[in-house]
């Protein structure tokens, strides 16, 4: 052979080492990212059986939350009702209460200490038509007037609650998400 044939076949046997080296470490880089591939499929797969089980802790926890909520909504709303039948009981008395205009104590005794209209005593001061002396058990016209202005207060106070809770349960109505 001759020195060019030589040089030919250096090169070529230089180009196919060349050649072989670089498509066996490609290989090999193939086989890496394959290895890691799995190790961070594995990865993947604990995180994502991690995350699974934090999600049904949270879950749990959110439905005990959402069951003792609902619970104290309905004992709320029970409380509530009541609270309006007191108020509506309470109101009809303080109607009944009244006498021309003022209050009077439901927890007085007519008669002077205790006398009976059968013991054949006189009237108490106040109860006959002109005399200007407070009849027994009516509260005075300045104590009739702060509470009733005390008793107005509270029933505006029960009325915006009573707007506020219709409120409330609008927007819970309207935002609530079917289960």
Not at 45 to 71: C, D, F, G, P, Y
Not at 118 to 127: E, K, L, R, V
Request: overall charge negative; some cysteine.
């Amino acid at each position: 052979m001759t020195l060019p044939y030589k040089i030919l076949a250096m090169v070529l046997l230089c180009a196919a080492l060349i050649a072989g080296y670089f498509g066996w470490q490609t290989h090999q880089r193939a086989i890496g990212a394959e290895e890691q591939r799995q190790v961070d499929d594995l990865a993947i797969q604990a995180q994502k059986n991690e995350a699974a089980r934090i999600l049904a802790t949270e879950t749990a926890k959110v439905m005990a939350t959402e069951k003792t909520l609902r619970a104290f909504v309905s004992a709320q709303e029970v409380q509530s009702v009541k609270d309006q039948r007191v108020a509506a009981d309470l109101g009809r008395k303080l109607r009944d209460a009244s006498v021309d205009g003022r209050l009077r104590d439901p927890f007085a005794r007519s008669g002077d200490c205790g006398a009976t209209p059968d013991s054949g005593t006189a009237a108490p001061p106040g109860d006959s038509p002109g005399d200007p002396t407070p009849a027994g058990g009516l509260f005075s016209a300045e104590a009739t007037q702060l509470l009733t202005d005390l008793t107005a207060e509270a029933d505006e106070m029960s009325n915006a609650y009573t707007a506020c809770r219709a409120w409330a349960v609008e927007v819970k109505d309207k935002t609530s998400v079917s289960e």
